[in-house]
C-alpha cells in the first residue's frame, strides 16, 4: 500500500538534505589541513523548499511525475562558505569549530526528520485504530 502524504515527503526531503549537508561537512574536516582548501557548505533546507516551491507555483500545470515534489534538491547547490577569520597561512579556510557548529545544526534538522516521521506513524496508526 502506497501512502502518499505531503509531510512525510518533505520529511524524506528534509532527511536528504541533511545527509547530503553532513557529507560536504564532512569533507571540510577531512581536508581542514589540505593547503588551499575552501571550506564549503550547502543552501538552507528551506531556501531550497521555497525556491522549489516558487519554481512549481509559477509553472504550467503538469503531471506530478515530471516535476519532484518537497526540496527536490537533496544534493543542493554547493558553494564556498568560510567563517570570518578562518583563512590560515596556506589558504585553508575550513574551521573546525565552525564545521562543528554546523554538523550539530544537520544533526538537529536530521532528528526533525526522524520526529515528522514518527509522529506521522502514529497519526495514522490512530486512524487505523492501531495504537499501542
Do not use: C, W
Amino acid at each position: 500500500m502506497k501512502i502518499d502524504i505531503g509531510i512525510l515527503q518533505m520529511a524524506q526531503d528534509l532527511a536528504a538534505h541533511a545527509s547530503s549537508r553532513q557529507s560536504v561537512i564532512a569533507q571540510n574536516i577531512a581536508n581542514a589541513d589540505t593547503p588551499g582548501y575552501k571550506a564549503r557548505d550547502m543552501a538552507t533546507f528551506a531556501d531550497s523548499f521555497r525556491e522549489t516551491t516558487h519554481i512549481r507555483a509559477s509553472s504550467h500545470p503538469v503531471r506530478a511525475g515530471h516535476i519532484a515534489l518537497g526540496a527536490g534538491n537533496a544534493s543542493g547547490d554547493i558553494f564556498d562558505s568560510a567563517a570570518f577569520g578562518s583563512e590560515s597561512p596556506n589558504g585553508n579556510t575550513v574551521s573546525l569549530e565552525d564545521q562543528l557548529v554546523r554538523a550539530a545544526d544537520v544533526k538537529h534538522q536530521h532528528d526533525l526528520a526522524l520526529g515528522i516521521y514518527a509522529k506521522s506513524i502514529n497519526i495514522l496508526r490512530a486512524g487505523m485504530g492501531r495504537i499501542r
